[in-house]
């Protein structure tokens, strides 16, 4: 049958698992919406990116609907967590840390956020797509609710290791703060999209700074 097919010039979809279907399902969700927006990204134009026929969608998922769902649950959290992991580098601020080399560090890492913003818009933009989409649908308002939840998360996560590199500790719980960050960014993100406007983005991301900066306490 292969030869067969590769004799006739058809393509020939390697043999995959359900969940190997599935994570490329997802990931393909995720980048299409990226490239398209949630209203564009139809259960089409996610199987040609994945490079699957339209029929096997149903092996994965039994809708549309379930698969937005997965993309929100498991490829934005994801996304995100990796991105945090790129602009929090191990931060050095000497035997004798100070409040203005802390604040510095949390601005060059909005910074360093924003350059991956600007290199690949798309990730950020599918994040704020899905939670506006999932708000205006009844059956995933939850799941987007949880998907801002595990941002949250994530943003503390961040805070934390703040802690790491300097004797200090924080007058409000980092639990609290995370949507301050994932806030912060999101902002960025809508500026940058809207406007493109660098001057803008770094008011903000001084203004975010300075906020954090007051809730920094040494040990």
Request: glycine content about 6%.
């Amino acid at each position: 049958m292969r030869r067969r097919m590769l004799a006739k010039g058809l393509t020939v979809v390697p043999r995959m698992s359900v969940e190997q279907r599935r994570s490329a399902l997802i990931e393909s969700a995720y980048r299409v919406i990226a490239d398209h927006g949630v209203e564009g990204a139809t259960t089409r134009r996610i199987c040609a990116h994945a490079g699957m026929p339209l029929a096997s969608f149903h092996y994965a998922f039994e809708s549309r609907t379930a698969l937005l769902c997965a993309v929100m649950e498991q490829a934005v959290p994801v996304d995100i967590e990796r991105m945090l992991h790129t602009v929090l580098p191990a931060a050095d601020y000497g035997s004798t840390p100070t409040l203005e080399a802390i604040r510095d560090n949390m601005e060059r890492q909005f910074h360093a956020f924003y350059d991956l913003l600007k290199a690949d818009p798309g990730r950020m933009q599918a994040t704020i797509a899905l939670g506006i989409y999932a708000h205006n649908h009844p059956e995933l308002q939850q799941v987007g609710r949880d998907m801002y939840e595990q941002l949250y998360r994530v943003a503390s996560t961040g805070l934390r290791a703040v802690s790491d590199h300097a004797p200090v500790t924080f007058s409000r719980p980092v639990e609290e703060l995370g949507p301050f960050i994932i806030a912060a960014t999101n902002s960025i993100t809508l500026i940058y999209l809207s406007t493109g406007d660098d001057k803008v983005v770094d008011s903000i991301i001084t203004a975010v700074a300075d906020q954090l900066i007051t809730y920094v306490l040494f040990d």
